[in-house]
């Protein structure tokens, strides 16, 4: 694995750690408003980046088989959905804000369920970081080191809110900051391991890579309408989740396009 790949999959990491680290500079826990923001924005940016960076160059891989190229994105997709079901139904989670614990029934803490429902759609964001720079690499998918930063960088932006999102609460509900934070470094953890484990396997199986493209697109917006959307509209002024949501969205289209 080349410095660029281990660079690239560290980004996403970066922007998790850079965002836990609020805890040291914030007094006080997330208004409503602001992480309905955050939330909207980063499933903005998660949904851009399943068009562009994942559904549309899996669809572009398969052009040699005429009408049928999308097959390879359709059943690519549809794994991605049913893996990330499977998911949240065999591992137990809280998501911020809610009391009811998702997943099978568990003696885990509060704290280590609401980690584990961050981490839950980390894993999606590091495979699709993963495949992308395993199609750079291959060079036979068509990606350019720029398409792989720009997907990147567009995970670690809205990693950063998520990063708040996890720590801020966890001090609040009377955690300490260095564990508050070492808490919220700890969810975005999985994205590295996740994506090198992609990058190994794709580099191995280069005709597979349109699947899993496709793959790590129905897995992330699995992860935006389960959990994101119902967030950034829940409650008064859901408008402030639609506009996060178009900026987020317009950032990540804007960053694939000049650096693709």
């Known amino acids: 694995m080349n410095?660029?790949?281990?660079?690239?999959?560290?980004?996403?990491?970066i922007?998790?750690?850079?965002?836990?680290?609020?805890?040291?500079?914030?007094?006080?826990?997330?208004?409503?408003?602001?992480?309905?923001?955050?939330?909207?924005?980063?499933?903005?940016?998660m949904v851009a980046a399943s068009i562009w960076s994942l559904i549309v160059p899996a669809i572009?891989?398969?052009?040699?088989?005429?009408r049928f190229a999308f097959l390879p994105a359709f059943i690519g997709f549809w794994v991605g959905i049913l893996f990330l079901l499977l998911l949240d139904h065999i591992i137990p989670h809280l998501h911020i804000g809610i009391e009811q614990a998702e997943g099978p029934r568990s003696n885990l803490t509060r704290t280590a369920m609401l980690v584990l429902a961050v981490t839950l759609h980390n894993i999606p964001e590091g495979m699709a970081v993963g495949v992308v720079y395993a199609g750079f690499v291959s060079g036979s998918a068509n990606i350019t080191a720029g398409a792989a930063l720009a997907l990147a960088l567009g995970i670690a932006i809205q990693n950063f809110p998520e990063g708040a999102i996890i720590s801020m609460p966890l001090y609040a509900?009377?955690?300490s900051k260095p564990k508050s934070f070492g808490l919220g470094v700890l969810s975005g953890a999985v994205e590295p391991v996740f994506g090198g484990l992609t990058v190994l396997i794709a580099?191995?199986?280069?005709p597979a890579m349109p699947y899993l493209l496709s793959f790590a697109a129905g897995a992330m917006l699995y992860v935006v309408v389960e959990e994101l959307i119902p967030e950034m509209s829940a409650g008064k002024h859901s408008n402030i989740g639609v506009v996060a949501f178009a900026a987020g969205f317009s950032l990540m289209m804007a960053l694939d396009v000049a650096l693709g």
């Open 173 to 175: 509900e009377g955690k």
């Open 15 to 45: 922007g998790t750690a850079a965002g836990a680290a609020c805890v040291f500079f914030l007094k006080k826990d997330l208004k409503t408003g602001v992480q309905r923001a955050l939330t909207g924005f980063a499933a903005g940016v």
């Open 3 to 13: 410095d660029t790949v281990l660079i690239g999959l560290l980004i996403p990491f």
């Open 60 to 66: 572009e891989q398969s052009s040699d088989k005429g």
């Open 203 to 206: 580099g191995l199986v280069v």
